[in-house]
Every structure is written in structure tokens, then in C-alpha cells.
């Protein structure tokens, strides 16, 4: 009797292995030969019909079809991985015919395969390989033959999210059924939806006169309108959010000059060539900690930003010691040493580094973005710069109005001779605040590294910005320089997506002109008197 036990418990775990096993390998003979031999048109259907079907085995063989790994004979279909052959209907290991032929795959019956994969993938118990199979099938046209499938996962998914995707890819293959009334339904689903690729396939039915029911392609008109209503707020939100990052960009430029020429009146030329140096300090750290410290790269940035302040502070303390400090009260003089220097500037770099741009990569925790939208990520990195340009505008903010230095700029700025007899030397008040100044145009290139090309131009591009964003904010004044700069991202921005960039930038430039033959003194101007008269 326990022998008797011990024995239907046996073959009990056997046929469980089995079952188990089973789902790997269960395509019959006919299905697989019929998938493998014959013309593109047979040897699709067949694979259509599996796949509605849901065959288990089918994701296993496709894949082997789609790497070339199978063969046939006139009675069999084979696996081969390795010189292993295995026979394609009980996954059992087989020895190979010698007569055995490669099956070859044209384009179309690749695709198919894909499409087939993608669709049984909708199946997977694993989340994110649904989610990707979903992602896969929705940037495509959809295939009709997927339905059964997609019908299948839209019933038996758990999460919340991707069964509303999975309810949409359901509508995107039901709005080509022979079925009127699935048409209107699938029609009325996709009305709901706020993807670009819903409304490609929308625009598709109308212009090539896929659906011919008069009722219904009005439908599809008016399902068409609510999705562009819902795409236009992504791209409206869009664009205002490229012009924050825009003139956080450019506010993280013109802090400097706010300092050195809004405080010190000195119209630096080479200020671009700091934020130049900025970022070269940050791929030269980039490089350090790629070569010394792989292991710790997503974390250079944490001291790219303090190196690239101490370098471009340093530079530019030496510019004031060596040839500005001459040059105080003589604006054209200084204009054209600055200019002079500059190109002396960017020419070292093409000496040192070449005159290609060199490639600063983004750590690991700032690629990528948020999907806010269908049609509207936001990148980490830009959210970065703009959370970083907040920062030091606090920063500078404090230092100015809160600490002993910031009021002995203000000292010296407002009264030089007064302040010298107070005791404030003003020479090395001169020398700091100036360093102060290229230091934030450093920190301004560090920045800036991480979201375009770092090459000995990289000034040239943002110096007559960053100068308008000074003048139009009012000179010295750190508010009108935060709402100048944040006004002109907007407004360059908007005005991209009306005339054009270069037309954006000429009306811009017509606009501040104007601006300032009726207010010159700017957005924000000094209160009081002078100190000087």
C-alpha cells in the first residue's frame, strides 16, 4: 500500500513538471511549420492566428525565428543554440538532419515577429515587461490581429495605469474593425486620450479616407479637436517651461555682471571667457573622477561646482590686479582691454584643449526627466540648473545685504573716498569683488556644461544676453536682473514659436531698445541720491 502511495505521488509531481514545463514548448507540429516554411502572407496569418490564440510556446519560438536559430527538414522543425538542436514542438534535445535548411526572414516577417512579441509580452507577470510591450505597441500601427491578446491583458491587468494605456491600444486596434459599432466605440475611447500617437492615427482615418461613414468621420473630427485641446496645454506648458530654464540660464550668466558691472561699472567683455573656464574646471573634474574615482562619478558635479568658483574667481582676481584696476572710470578702455583679453582667453584654450568641443557628461541622477505629459518631459538636468541658479541667487542675495564684505562693496560702490576713510581698503575690496563676479560666471559654466556644448565659443553665445538682462534689470539691482532674465526666456521662447530664432532674437533686441529709450534707468532703478554729487 505505501509502495502504491509512493508511486501515484510520483507520477502526480511528474505531470506537474510537466504542466510547468510545458508553456515552453507547446506549439504543435503544424502551427510551427506553418510559421517556418511557406510564403510571407501564409507564414504571417499563421503567426496571426497563434497569436490571438495566445499560444504558450509561441514568445520562445519567435524569438529563435527572429535570431535565426531555426531549421527545418521536410518532417520537422528544429531549435538550434550552440550546435544543440532541440525539436521545436516538445522542446525535447534532438540530433540535427543533415538535411536540415535555415529559414530566412524577410523584413515584413521580422516585423510581424516583433509585433507578435510585443503582444504576448502584454502578458508577462513581470510589470515592466508589460509596460514596455505596451510602449512598444503604441508607437506603432496597430495590428488588428493583436486584439484577442490585448483583449485578454486589458481584462486580467492589476495596475491602475496601464490597464487605461492597455484600454487605449484596445480602442487603436478596434477603431480598424469591419465593426461599426466597435469603430464608434473605439472612437469615443480615443477622444479621451492626450497622446501624439493617438492623434496621428486619428489624422490617418480622416486623410486617407480609411473610415468612409459619414457619421463617423465626424466623429473622428471632433475626437480629433479634444486631443489637440488636451496636446496644445502640454506644449503651452512646454514652452513656458523652456523659458524658465532659459533665463535661470541667463540669470546664472548675468549675476556676475549684475556685480561687476551693475555694482562696479566695469564693462567686462571677457566675462563669457570666466563662464568659459567654469566649464572646462568642470570637465577637467569630470576627468579626474573618471579616471581616480569611477566609482564616485555621479557625485563630480558636487565638486565641479566650488572648483569652477575658485578657478574663475582666481583668473579673475588676476585680470583686476593686472590690468583693471588701471582702467577704473575709463569705460572705452575697459571695453576694448576686456574684448582684447578675452580673445587672448579663448585662444589659450584652443592651444590647451583644441578647438573642438570637448564632451562633459551628465551624472547618472540628472538624466532623464519627469513625464509631466504625454508631450511634455522635464529633464532632471534642466530642472538641476534651475534649482541651482535659485540657490545662488540666494547666495549672492546674502552676501550682498548680510555679510561685511557685501557692505563694503556697497561701501565702496556708493562712495569710494568716504569709504577709504573709513578705513575699508578699497583696492583689495575692488580685487574681491571682482573675483566675486567671475566666480559666479564660473559657477554660470559649470551649469551650463550640463546641458549643451563646452568648446572656446561657449562665451560668445550668452555675453549680449547676459548684458541685456543687467541693463533692462536696472543697473546694480538683483531683482530686476531676476525678473529681466526670466521675462526674456519667456519671451524668447514664445516668440521661437511664432517668427522663428532668429527673428525671435531681433524682435527681442527691438524690444529692449525701445524699452530703454522709455525707462533708461530700467525694470528697477537706484533710490536716493548720488553719493558723488
Same mark, same amino acid.
Given at each position: 500500500m505505501r509502495r502504491l502511495?509512493?508511486?501515484?505521488?510520483?507520477?502526480?509531481?511528474?505531470?506537474?513538471?510537466?504542466a510547468v514545463a510545458a508553456p515552453a514548448?507547446?506549439?504543435?507540429?503544424?502551427?510551427?511549420?506553418?510559421?517556418?516554411?511557406? #510564403?510571407? #502572407?501564409?507564414?504571417?496569418?499563421?503567426?496571426?492566428?497563434?497569436?490571438?490564440?495566445?499560444?504558450?510556446?509561441?514568445?520562445?519560438?519567435?524569438?529563435?525565428?527572429?535570431?535565426?536559430?531555426?531549421?527545418?527538414?521536410?518532417?520537422?522543425?528544429?531549435?538550434?543554440?550552440?550546435?544543440?538542436?532541440?525539436?521545436?514542438?516538445? =522542446?525535447?534535445?534532438?540530433?540535427?538532419? #543533415?538535411?536540415? !535548411?535555415?529559414?530566412?526572414?524577410?523584413?515584413?516577417?521580422?516585423?510581424?515577429? &516583433?509585433?507578435?512579441?510585443? =503582444?504576448?509580452?502584454?502578458?508577462? *507577470?513581470?510589470?515592466?515587461?508589460?509596460?514596455?510591450?505596451?510602449?512598444?505597441?503604441?508607437?506603432?500601427?496597430?495590428d488588428p490581429a493583436l486584439l484577442p491578446v490585448v483583449e485578454k491583458a486589458f481584462a486580467s491587468e492589476p495596475d491602475a495605469k496601464l490597464k487605461a494605456a492597455l484600454g487605449r491600444l484596445r480602442a487603436a486596434v478596434?477603431?480598424?474593425?469591419?465593426?461599426?459599432?466597435?469603430?464608434? %466605440?473605439?472612437?469615443?475611447?480615443?477622444?479621451?486620450?492626450? !497622446?501624439?500617437?493617438? /492623434?496621428?492615427?486619428?489624422?490617418?482615418?480622416?486623410?486617407?479616407?480609411?473610415?468612409? #461613414?459619414?457619421?463617423?468621420?465626424?466623429?473622428?473630427?471632433?475626437?480629433?479637436?479634444?486631443?489637440?485641446? /488636451?496636446?496644445?496645454?502640454?506644449e503651452r506648458l512646454g514652452v513656458m517651461f523652456t523659458g524658465i530654464s532659459l533665463g535661470s540660464i541667463l540669470l546664472l550668466v548675468a +549675476?556676475?555682471?549684475?556685480?561687476? @558691472?551693475?555694482?562696479?561699472?566695469?564693462?567686462?567683455?571677457a566675462h563669457?571667457?570666466?563662464?568659459?573656464?567654469?566649464? @572646462?574646471?568642470?570637465?577637467?573634474?569630470?576627468?579626474?573622477?573618471?579616471?581616480?574615482?569611477?566609482?564616485?562619478?555621479? $557625485? @563630480?558635479?558636487?565638486?565641479?561646482?566650488?572648483?569652477?568658483?575658485?578657478?574663475?574667481?582666481?583668473? &579673475?582676481?588676476?585680470? !583686476?590686479?593686472?590690468?583693471?584696476?588701471?582702467? @577704473? &572710470?575709463? *569705460?572705452?578702455?575697459?571695453?576694448?582691454?576686456?574684448?582684447?583679453i578675452s580673445l587672448v582667453l579663448m585662444q589659450v584654450v584652443r592651444s590647451l584643449f583644441g578647438a573642438q568641443n570637448v564632451e562633459v557628461e551628465n551624472p547618472s541622477w540628472m538624466s532623464g526627466g519627469i513625464a509631466v505629459a504625454s508631450n511634455l518631459t522635464l529633464p532632471y538636468n534642466r530642472l538641476a540648473i534651475i534649482?541651482?541658479?535659485?540657490?545662488?541667487?540666494?547666495?549672492?542675495?546674502?552676501?550682498?545685504?548680510?555679510?561685511?564684505l557685501g557692505l563694503f562693496v556697497r561701501g565702496v560702490t556708493q562712495n569710494r573716498r568716504m569709504a577709504s576713510c573709513t578705513g575699508i581698503d578699497t583696492v583689495r575690496i575692488d580685487t574681491m569683488a571682482f573675483a566675486l563676479g567671475a566666480g559666479i560666471a564660473?559657477?554660470? &559654466?559649470?551649469? +551650463?556644461? %550640463?546641458? $549643451?556644448?563646452?568648446?572656446?565659443?561657449?562665451g560668445q553665445s550668452y555675453i549680449v544676453d547676459s548684458f541685456m538682462v543687467v541693463v533692462l534689470g536696472g543697473v546694480g539691482q538683483l531683482a530686476g536682473t531676476v525678473l529681466a532674465a526670466l521675462g526674456l526666456g519667456l519671451m524668447n521662447k514664445v516668440l521661437e514659436g511664432v517668427a522663428g530664432a532668429v527673428l525671435a532674437k531681433i524682435f527681442v533686441l527691438i524690444f529692449i531698445v525701445v524699452f530703454i529709450q522709455k525707462r533708461p534707468q530700467g525694470l528697477f532703478a537706484l533710490k536716493g541720491r548720488s553719493a558723488e554729487s
Amino acid at each position: 500500500m505505501r509502495r502504491l502511495i509512493f508511486r501515484s505521488a510520483a507520477i502526480a509531481l511528474v505531470a506537474m513538471i510537466g504542466a510547468v514545463a510545458a508553456p515552453a514548448w507547446a506549439l504543435d507540429a503544424a502551427q510551427a511549420r506553418a510559421i517556418a516554411v511557406g #510564403d510571407g #502572407d501564409a507564414r504571417i496569418a499563421a503567426l496571426q492566428d497563434a497569436v490571438a490564440r495566445a499560444d504558450p510556446g509561441l514568445a520562445t519560438f519567435a524569438q529563435a525565428l527572429l535570431d535565426d536559430s531555426v531549421k527545418t527538414t521536410a518532417t520537422g522543425v528544429f531549435v538550434v543554440h550552440d550546435d544543440k538542436a532541440v525539436d521545436a514542438v516538445t =522542446g525535447q534535445p534532438a540530433t540535427l538532419p #543533415d538535411d536540415a !535548411e535555415d529559414v530566412s526572414n524577410n523584413n515584413r516577417m521580422r516585423g510581424a515577429l &516583433g509585433t507578435a512579441l510585443s =503582444g504576448l509580452r502584454l502578458l508577462s *507577470p513581470d510589470l515592466a515587461t508589460r509596460r514596455k510591450a505596451v510602449d512598444d505597441l503604441s508607437g506603432s500601427a496597430a495590428d488588428p490581429a493583436l486584439l484577442p491578446v490585448v483583449e485578454k491583458a486589458f481584462a486580467s491587468e492589476p495596475d491602475a495605469k496601464l490597464k487605461a494605456a492597455l484600454g487605449r491600444l484596445r480602442a487603436a486596434v478596434q477603431i480598424a474593425s469591419p465593426d461599426r459599432a466597435k469603430r464608434r %466605440q473605439a472612437i469615443a475611447d480615443l477622444s479621451h486620450s492626450d !497622446e501624439p500617437t493617438v /492623434r496621428a492615427l486619428l489624422q490617418s482615418r480622416l486623410a486617407a479616407d480609411a473610415e468612409t #461613414d459619414p457619421e463617423l468621420r465626424t466623429a473622428i473630427a471632433q475626437a480629433l479637436v479634444q486631443v489637440d485641446g /488636451r496636446l496644445a496645454w502640454g506644449e503651452r506648458l512646454g514652452v513656458m517651461f523652456t523659458g524658465i530654464s532659459l533665463g535661470s540660464i541667463l540669470l546664472l550668466v548675468a +549675476l556676475g555682471l549684475a556685480i561687476t @558691472y551693475g555694482l562696479m561699472g566695469v564693462i567686462n567683455m571677457a566675462h563669457g571667457e570666466l563662464m568659459m573656464i567654469g566649464a @572646462y574646471t568642470t570637465w577637467g573634474v569630470q576627468n579626474l573622477f573618471r579616471h581616480f574615482a569611477p566609482g564616485l562619478f555621479d $557625485g @563630480y558635479v558636487l565638486v565641479a561646482v566650488p572648483a569652477s568658483f575658485l578657478v574663475s574667481a582666481a583668473v &579673475g582676481a588676476i585680470l !583686476e590686479r593686472g590690468v583693471i584696476r588701471f582702467l @577704473y &572710470g575709463r *569705460p572705452l578702455e575697459t571695453l576694448l582691454a576686456t574684448w582684447g583679453i578675452s580673445l587672448v582667453l579663448m585662444q589659450v584654450v584652443r592651444s590647451l584643449f583644441g578647438a573642438q568641443n570637448v564632451e562633459v557628461e551628465n551624472p547618472s541622477w540628472m538624466s532623464g526627466g519627469i513625464a509631466v505629459a504625454s508631450n511634455l518631459t522635464l529633464p532632471y538636468n534642466r530642472l538641476a540648473i534651475i534649482a541651482f541658479a535659485a540657490l545662488v541667487l540666494l547666495a549672492t542675495f546674502l552676501l550682498i545685504s548680510r555679510t561685511r564684505l557685501g557692505l563694503f562693496v556697497r561701501g565702496v560702490t556708493q562712495n569710494r573716498r568716504m569709504a577709504s576713510c573709513t578705513g575699508i581698503d578699497t583696492v583689495r575690496i575692488d580685487t574681491m569683488a571682482f573675483a566675486l563676479g567671475a566666480g559666479i560666471a564660473g559657477m554660470a &559654466g559649470c551649469a +551650463l556644461s %550640463q546641458v $549643451g556644448n563646452v568648446g572656446p565659443d561657449l562665451g560668445q553665445s550668452y555675453i549680449v544676453d547676459s548684458f541685456m538682462v543687467v541693463v533692462l534689470g536696472g543697473v546694480g539691482q538683483l531683482a530686476g536682473t531676476v525678473l529681466a532674465a526670466l521675462g526674456l526666456g519667456l519671451m524668447n521662447k514664445v516668440l521661437e514659436g511664432v517668427a522663428g530664432a532668429v527673428l525671435a532674437k531681433i524682435f527681442v533686441l527691438i524690444f529692449i531698445v525701445v524699452f530703454i529709450q522709455k525707462r533708461p534707468q530700467g525694470l528697477f532703478a537706484l533710490k536716493g541720491r548720488s553719493a558723488e554729487s
